[in-house]
């Protein structure tokens, strides 16, 4: 039974560009919700995404969208890339917007140079 | 504002030797605690959520306490395969869904 699947693992961008990170939730999970984690730092709530809408959104500017696929599969776009950008980016997904549990990604890794 | 955080930062053990780690909170209506382990490169483990004072949840060498101000994670003879940094999240009311976490501990159990 697969996990929730990220892609790519990493990736470097200059400042200034604009990249798509991709996500698949666990078998079964309808939900899916989007965190930046900083060196060293806890992960930071971006967004939710629950039946192709955006449920809820975080402290982020709006450079930060996303999107959700029929298919429960998600996109998370950063346009306009700052250095501060750069963190490990998780995917976690969910059976229902309030579930108790989450299953996270390994993340992708964003280097912004 | 509502908040999370964790003690210590670091925190290094003898193989066999008990500890614990704290989470302390102070959110508007606690949702549920929620514990997690993440190993370098990987995203966050699921280990527990706690929703009441007074509840535990035990898994492995693993137990997981809740007051009305902070939850602790004890850890009962610790092997090198628990080293890891251990996160605590919280849900609160008028949160919505989303989990906040504090900045974790950084376990390592040395033989």
Known sequence: DAGVTQSPTHLIKTRGQQVTLRCSPKSGHDTVSWYQQALGQGPQFIFQYYEEEERQRGNFPDRFSGHQFPNYSSELNVNALLLGDSALYLCASSLGHSAERYTFGSGTRLTVV | ?111
């Not at chain 2, 008990?18 to 102070?26: A, I, V």
């Not at chain 2, 382990?37 to 959520?49: A, M, N, V, Y």
């Open chain 2, 1 to 111: 504002e509502d908040q999370v955080t964790q003690s210590p930062e670091a925190l290094r053990l003898q193989e066999g030797e008990s500890s614990s780690l704290n989470c302390s909170y102070t959110v508007s209506g606690l949702r549920g605690l929620f514990w997690y382990r993440q190993d370098p490169g990987k995203g966050p483990e699921f280990l527990f959520t706690l929703y009441s004072a007074g509840e535990e949840k035990e898994k492995e060498r693993l137990k997981a306490t809740l007051t009305k101000k902070e939850s602790f994670l004890h850890i009962t003879a610790p092997k090198p395969e628990d080293s890891a940094t251990y996160l605590c999240a919280v849900r609160f009311t008028g949160g919505g869904n989303k989990l906040t976490f504090g900045t974790g501990t950084q376990l390592k159990v040395e033989l």
